[in-house]
């Protein structure tokens, strides 16, 4: 079975202190897909980044980035230098593959990280 | 460009009443999945819809059924609510299937 755990429910840090979301996976597929979606209080998922089971490579975006390690199931987010605006919900999700190559849009959740962020 | 848009935002029901929620995805994407989510149980997929056909299902009973007009817009219903039907009940579309833009869903609370 499909699973995502994320094993911190909250986290609390001062600005300008980088931070790492941990999440861990199990499935038995061989291609699969890996996403971070942000939940501000106002309540819509915001995606932030989607990864295929055959890229390891990491990546950087700004002051965010992710380390995907197949041989530990583990797909890891940093934020470098938070911001109080990055106070938030955070959820690590998996999917399969499906036609074409796509990533299907039956998500697994982790139950998310609670970051807040003060100044 | 409009995101996804979901009415009605925040809604009371009592115990074996039904509902029905909308969604309006972004314009040209023609796949509209929706999630549960609780305190308890977090985000659960429910169904998703492409091109007015059910593509997927989760594992929800059959009180919670869907549809999707041929302008891509989504609707689901619960009907006989539950106490446990509280939750907010989130709408995605998608393009491609690989990236999912959601909605600020819609709050329902059962009494």
């Known amino acids: 079975a499909q699973k995502v755990t994320q094993a911190q429910t909250e986290i609390s840090v001062v600005e300008k202190e980088d931070v790492t979301l941990d999440c861990v996976y199990e499935t038995r597929d061989t291609t699969y897909y890996l996403f971070w979606y942000k939940q501000p209080p106002s309540g819509e998922l915001v995606f932030l980044i989607r990864r295929n089971s055959f890229d390891e490579q990491n990546e950087i975006s700004g002051r965010y980035s992710w380390n995907f390690q197949k041989s530990t199931s583990s797909f890891n987010f940093t934020i470098t230098a938070s911001q109080v605006v990055d106070s938030a919900v955070y959820f690590c999700?998996?999917?399969?593959?499906?036609?074409?190559?796509?990533?299907?849009?039956?998500?697994?959740f982790g139950k998310g990280t609670t970051l807040s962020v003060s100044s | 460009k409009a995101g996804v848009t979901q009415t009605p935002r925040y809604l009371i029901k009592t115990r074996g009443q039904q509902v029905t929620l909308s969604c309006s995805p972004i314009?040209?994407?023609?796949?509209v999945s929706w999630y549960q989510q609780t305190p308890g149980q977090g985000l659960q997929f429910l169904f998703e819809?492409?091109?007015?056909?059910?593509?997927n299902k989760g594992n929800f009973p059959g009180r919670f059924s869907g549809r999707q007009f041929s302008n891509s817009r989504s609707e689901m219903n619960v009907s006989t609510l539950e106490l446990g039907d509280s939750a907010l009940y989130l709408c995605a579309s998608s393009y491609n299937t690989g990236e999912l833009f959601f909605g600020e869903g819609s709050r329902l609370t059962v009494l």
């Open positions: 999700a998996l999917s399969e593959r499906v036609e074409f190559n796509q990533a299907g849009t039956a998500l697994i």
């Open positions: 819809y492409f091109s007015e056909t059910q593509r």
């Open positions: 314009s040209g994407h023609r796949s």
